[in-house]
């Protein structure tokens, strides 16, 4: 049987690869990056990932940038989804915290920052479940979902976008304003985790994942989007 090998040009694009998405995680990571930096990192490896997935689709080559990318998944160091994943373990806490009853406004700005980190981890997420199945299996445990509900629970009070509107002098006045983008964001997360894997849905119905939904649903304040 005659394999195909890469040669020097795929040798190359798989090394650039590599490189890019070592140098975003590691920034994405890294507890002295800014966090400015972790967010532009986050778009960068967003984007290739996106990009990826497109061009996959005209792509005959077994060492497509998409394939290319999903071979990366396997090790450790590029592993985008696991990776990624601790940014919304990592900032669930002080979401939680900082969307509780009778925070000053000032703190808006904060949640939107942490609320934007979140759901650029979450597309980076669903575009490597939905195309590596390891990194989907994984996901599909009890643990990794109890994060998503949990996520899902807080993202109810939480506003990730600034309502802008103009006062008599013509400057802005920003304040919080209902945006599906999160909750939506984080459905769709558990979704393309959950499709086509029976033992994700028994973990995720352990996790009472379920009743998060409804508990969603039932919310007076729950926009169209997310229903």
């Not at 690869?17 to 507890?31: G, K, T």
């Not at 996106?50 to 996959?56: F, L």
């Not at 920003?174 to 945006?179: I, M």
Request: hydrophobic residues 35%; negative net charge.
């Amino acid at each position: 049987m005659d394999l195909a090998r890469p040669d020097d040009e795929d040798q190359e694009r798989i090394s650039t690869l590599r490189e890019d998405v070592e140098n975003d995680l590691d920034e994405i990571l890294s507890p002295r990056s800014s966090s400015e930096s972790k967010t532009i990192a986050l778009r960068r490896l967003e984007v290739l990932i996106g990009s990826a997935c497109v061009k996959s689709s005209s792509q005959t080559s077994p060492f497509s940038d998409m394939g290319n990318l999903m071979r990366l998944q396997d090790g450790f160091e590029c592993n985008s989804c696991s990776l990624g994943y601790q940014r919304p373990v990592a900032r669930l806490e002080l979401l939680a915290g900082l969307t509780k009853p009778g925070v000053d406004d000032e703190h808006y700005f904060t949640v939107k920052e942490i609320a934007t980190q979140i759901v650029l981890s979450l597309s980076i997420i669903q575009g490597i479940a939905l195309n590596h199945p390891r990194s989907k299996r994984w996901l599909g445990r009890i643990k990794p979902l109890e994060i998503f509900v949990d996520l899902l629970l807080a993202s109810r009070h939480v506003s990730p976008t600034i309502s802008a509107s103009t006062s008599s002098s013509g400057s802005p006045k920003s304040g919080p304003s209902p945006d599906p983008s999160l909750t939506s964001t984080i459905l769709d997360t558990i979704l393309c985790i959950l499709v086509d894997s029976t033992p994700a849905l028994r973990a995720f119905e352990q996790c009472n994942g379920v009743q998060a939904i409804v508990k969603i649903l039932k919310r007076a304040g729950t926009p169209r989007e997310v229903r």
